[in-house]
């Protein structure tokens, strides 16, 4: 649009652009997620890390029994009971011969939800607890730093499709281990 010699045309252009952008940026609109909890599971469920960590830890074979669970998460056993439950009862999970198992339902919080935040620092949280066992395997990284309107835009751009990077390579991969990833880029 830049090149565009009349102005409303170019204007016409320019916002059809920030839209696009505005929703390829919304991760909603590029991950499919299942039919979703009531509000208040959610609230339960979104009201500490370990509700999602065990549901996602399930999908690890080694970690589909209570004592797998809890080797993996450091949790007392009388915890990881309760979330099983809930996660059972709200169909998240399923019983089989051999442990805890997935259901096709998926958990996604979009930015709109009010549950947002609690998501957001419950795993920023996780990420600080591990930023002090500074692990080799592990990787953090903060930064504030000024640059051009049009490279943030641009980075901007790059982040969300990493991130929809992430989540095909992530369907792709066998389930070993459980990890976390925090992504923000934001204007201070």
Same mark, same amino acid.
């Given at each position: 649009?830049?090149?565009?010699?009349?102005?409303?045309?170019?204007?016409?252009?320019?916002?059809?652009?920030?839209?696009?952008?505005?929703?390829?940026?919304?991760?909603?609109?590029?991950?499919?997620?299942?039919?979703?909890?009531?509000?208040?599971?959610?609230?339960?469920?979104?009201?500490?890390?370990?509700?999602?960590?065990?549901?996602?830890?399930?999908?690890?074979?080694?970690?589909?029994?209570?004592?797998? =669970?809890? /080797? *993996? #998460?450091?949790?007392?056993?009388?915890?990881?009971? $309760?979330?099983?439950?809930?996660?059972?009862?709200? %169909? @998240?999970?399923?019983?089989?011969?051999?442990?805890?198992?997935?259901?096709?339902?998926?958990?996604?919080?979009?930015?709109?939800?009010?549950?947002?935040?609690?998501?957001?620092?419950?795993?920023?949280?996780?990420?600080?607890?591990?930023?002090?066992?500074?692990?080799?395997?592990?990787?953090?990284?903060?930064?504030?730093?000024?640059?051009?309107?049009?490279?943030?835009?641009? =980075?901007? /751009? *790059? #982040?969300?499709?990493?991130?929809?990077?992430?989540? $095909?390579?992530?369907?792709?991969?066998?389930?070993? %281990? @459980?990890?976390?990833?925090?992504?923000?880029?934001?204007?201070?």
């Amino acid at each position: 649009f830049e090149r565009c010699a009349n102005p409303i045309a170019k204007q016409f252009l320019k916002r059809l652009l920030e839209e696009k952008r505005a929703k390829f940026a919304e991760v909603k609109n590029r991950v499919k997620i299942a039919e979703e909890l009531s509000e208040e599971d959610k609230a339960i469920y979104y009201s500490h890390y370990l509700y999602s960590a065990i549901h996602m830890a399930v999908t690890i074979p080694e970690r589909r029994t209570l004592s797998g =669970l809890v /080797d *993996l #998460l450091q949790v007392p056993e009388r915890r990881i009971q $309760e979330v099983l439950h809930f996660l059972l009862d709200r %169909q @998240l999970i399923a019983k089989s011969k051999n442990g805890f198992v997935p259901t096709k339902k998926q958990m996604f919080v979009p930015k709109s939800s009010p549950f947002v935040i609690a998501n957001h620092r419950n795993w920023r949280d996780r990420a600080l607890d591990s930023a002090t066992l500074r692990r080799s395997s592990d990787f953090h990284f903060s930064a504030v730093f000024s640059i051009s309107a049009e490279d943030a835009v641009a =980075l901007r /751009d *790059l #982040l969300a499709k990493t991130t929809e990077n992430f989540v $095909e390579r992530i369907k792709a991969s066998p389930e070993e %281990q @459980l990890n976390a990833i925090c992504l923000d880029f934001f204007s201070v």
